[in-house]
T-cell receptor, first 115, second 116 residues
Framework: KAGVTQTPRYLIKTRGQQVTLSCSPI?????VSWYQQTPGQGLQFLFE???????NKGNFPGRFSGRQFSNSRSEMNVSTLELGDSALYLC??????????????FGPGTRLTVT | AQKVTQAQTEISVVEKEDVTLDCVYE???????LFWYKQPPSGELVFLIR??????QNEISGRYSWNFQKSTSSFNFTITASQVVDSAVYFC?????????????FGGGTRLMVKP
């Protein structure tokens, strides 16, 4: 069974630009969550999508948004990039039918560098 | 609000030594789940274990063992006879029902370096 895939793996953008990251979950998984990992703040939850609906949202500004498609693939978008958005963005998928107990399987991440 | 604390930011051991990674959590919920993940240099988080709040039995899986103590809100992870391949960053995480869905609250991580 293929794991969680994320594209692109690496990205360099300039301040003020916008970026879209993609995540394909494990086949059969309907929940996709996004996390930001930085040296200073660690791993922080961005949002979760289940059946094309945002089910949970972390404490991030509105510049961070996401969506999920009918095939469970998800994208996250960051508009008006800031230097502080440089991070490893991790996507995780799970079956999604449970709530707090689902095992989440993580992808390799997209490393975003903002210059 | 939930909080997970991993007080050890970095640990260095010599191969074959035993090492324990500490994890202390805070939550007001009576039902919750605790997790450990491993992050090798490649960046992908690898699931190691899940434990629910009603199951305080210790668990052993090969060289790995976990000690869950609700009385001290701790969920510690021990690697016996460490190997160089165990070098990674290890994260403890908590999931509790006052958030809908699958939100994980992570600790700051412990970087384990196993030297040959």
């Amino acid at each position: 069974k293929a794991g969680v895939t994320q594209t692109p793996r690496y990205l360099i953008k300039t301040r003020g630009q916008q970026v879209t990251l993609s995540c394909s979950p494990i086949s059969g998984h309907r929940s996709v969550s996004w996390y930001q990992q930085t040296p200073g703040q660690g791993l922080q939850f961005l949002f979760e999508y289940f059946s094309e609906t945002q089910r949970n949202k972390g404490n991030f500004p509105g510049r961070f948004s996401g969506r999920q498609f009918s095939n469970s693939r998800s994208e996250m978008n960051v508009s008006t990039l800031e230097l502080g958005d440089s991070a490893l963005y991790l996507c995780a998928s799970s079956l999604g039918y449970g709530t707090i107990s689902d095992e989440q399987y993580f992808g390799p991440g997209t490393r975003l560098t903002v210059t | 609000a939930q909080k997970v604390t991993q007080a050890q930011t970095e640990i260095s051991v010599v191969e074959k030594e035993d090492v324990t990674l500490d994890c202390v959590y805070e939550t007001r919920d009576t039902t919750y789940y605790l997790f450990w993940y491993k992050q090798p240099p490649s960046g992908e988080l690898v699931f190691l274990i899940r434990r629910n709040s009603f199951d305080e039995q210790n668990e052993i899986s090969g060289r790995y063992s976990w000690n869950f103590q609700k009385s001290t809100s701790s969920f510690n992870f021990t690697i016996t006879a460490s190997q160089v391949v165990d070098s990674a960053v290890y994260f403890c995480a908590l999931s509790a029902p006052n958030n809908a869905g699958n939100m994980l609250t992570f600790g700051g991580g412990t970087r384990l370096m196993v030297k040959p």
